[in-house]
């Protein structure tokens, strides 16, 4: 007689219990992303503090206005390849932790269904004649909700490689357009010399 709300209560310790899990992971993968961004960002700002100081030797050193801008323009075409650089590092970064954070949370929600209809299955075993058709209506109801959640996870995979797909159209355009820039002020530059 005891039965269901008992197992009821088993139940919400180990869901309570699971979603602790969830967030735990979700914590950690957040701190791992954080960690990469901050490595990436400190690199990113050492090495542009590095190339900075040389170029500024440089145009410090320049003899005349022409090879003031000679030196101004050899260095478009490589800091526009090193803001590709670290557009590609933060898209994989974030593509990464955020396919981190679909296969945990994806892990917990089969293990949540699966013990949500366990439970079902057991509180029908134990259930007064006549409720059938309430037994049923639940389990029709958290398979829907299962066929939802399968439909929202395929849609957001979709999205996302929606988004990287443009994330690299973008970054190659860009490439692109920095490197005929680079070219035509390198072309001028020589031009101007001559």
């Known amino acids: 007689m005891f ?49 900075t100081s040389a170029v500024t030797r440089q145009l410090l050193g320049a003899k005349d206005p022409q090879e003031f801008f000679s030196v ?15 557009s590609r590092q933060l898209a994989s970064i974030a593509a990464g932790t955020g396919a981190e954070f679909s296969k945990a949370a994806e892990s917990q929600i ?21 409720s059938e058709s309430f037994v049923a209506a639940v389990k029709t109801a958290i398979s829907n909700a299962n066929a939802g959640y399968e439909q929202f996870s395929k849609t957001t995979k979709q999205a996302v490689e929606a988004v990287e797909a443009n994330l690299n159209a973008a970054v190659a355009q860009f490439s692109q357009t920095a490197r005929k820039a680079a070219n035509a002020t390198t072309a001028a530059t020589s031009a101007a010399a001559a």
């Open 110 to 130: 089969v293990e949540a269904n699966r013990k949500v209809i366990s439970l079902v299955d057991e509180v029908s075993k134990n259930a007064p004649a006549g």
């Open 3 to 51: 039965a269901i709300p008992e197992q009821f209560s088993h139940a919400t310790k180990a869901s309570l219990e699971s979603q602790f899990a969830l967030l735990s992971s979700l914590t950690s993968k957040t701190f791992e992303g954080m960690e990469k961004l901050v490595d990436l960002n400190i690199n990113a700002a050492r090495a542009t503090l590095e190339d």
């Open 72 to 86: 101004t323009a050899a260095q478009a075409q490589p800091t526009a390849e090193k803001a590709l650089s670290y």
